[in-house]
């Protein structure tokens, strides 16, 4: 089955500071590649998606490039912003083909911005 | 269409006791999944159907766990004979076959067995 890495946390950063999370996967054939946010008390959601590979998935100031030859899709932001503090989740699943394949997630990396 | 629903938000139970938890996807996604995530951890994949037929289980979902979805719409997760270790959220998402944009998850069903 499909498995991820994703960076430790918890990560600590000012406002305005630049973001990244590492994320490496391993699956067989080409699977979808997606980044969901959870805030504090809330559930999951949608951040990004990308979807074959040197795509890359961008939504609020976040972005991800799906790199094939390294297997991997690291999130970025350029200056984040105290409304970003919540657990993110590097996802490979499904495919683009739209067969069936379910989402597996790393273990979360916990985002604190101070002000 | 709100969204996926999940209810109870909460359920404290003791332990042996059964307990039941229901997800109503978004109306027109034929695919609803389960999903456990305990503290600190990514989200598990127990389950997922694909209308009403159950086509996958995970080999976490023990026999103590069934889930159904008798119609195609809504569907039930029920634990039998609870234990401390399930103590857990539960997670409930919905999305369309074919889609490539991911799954919309419900808020979840937060179990502690006591």
């Known amino acids: 089955g499909d498995s991820v890495t994703q960076m430790e946390g918890p990560v600590t950063l000012s406002e305005e500071a630049f973001l990244t999370i590492n994320c490496t996967y391993t699956?067989?054939?080409?699977?979808?590649l997606f980044w969901y946010v959870q805030y504090p008390g809330e559930g999951l959601q949608l951040l990004l998606k990308a979807t074959k590979a040197d795509d890359k998935g961008s939504n609020k100031g976040f972005e991800a490039t799906y790199r094939k030859e390294t297997t991997s899709f690291h999130l970025e932001k350029g200056s984040v912003q105290v409304s970003d503090s919540a657990v993110y989740f590097c996802a490979p699943g499904g495919s683009s083909s739209g067969s069936a394949r379910q989402l597996t997630f790393g273990s979360g990396t916990q985002l604190t911005v101070l002000p | 269409d709100t969204g996926v629903s999940q209810d109870p938000r909460h359920k404290i139970t003791k332990r042996g006791q059964n307990v039941t938890f229901r997800c109503d996807p978004i109306s027109e996604h034929n695919r609803l999944y389960w999903y456990r995530q305990t503290l600190g951890q990514g989200p598990e994949f127990l389950t997922y159907?694909?209308?009403?037929?159950?086509?996958?289980k995970s080999r976490l979902l023990s026999d103590r766990f069934s889930a159904e979805r008798p119609k195609g719409s809504f569907s039930t997760l029920e634990i039998q004979r609870t234990e401390q270790g399930d103590s857990a959220m539960y997670l409930c998402a919905s999305s369309l076959a074919a889609e490539k944009g991911g799954y919309t998850f419900g808020s979840g069903t937060r179990l502690t067995v006591v």
């Open positions: 699956a067989t054939g080409y699977p979808s």
């Open positions: 159907f694909q209308n009403e037929a159950q086509l996958e």
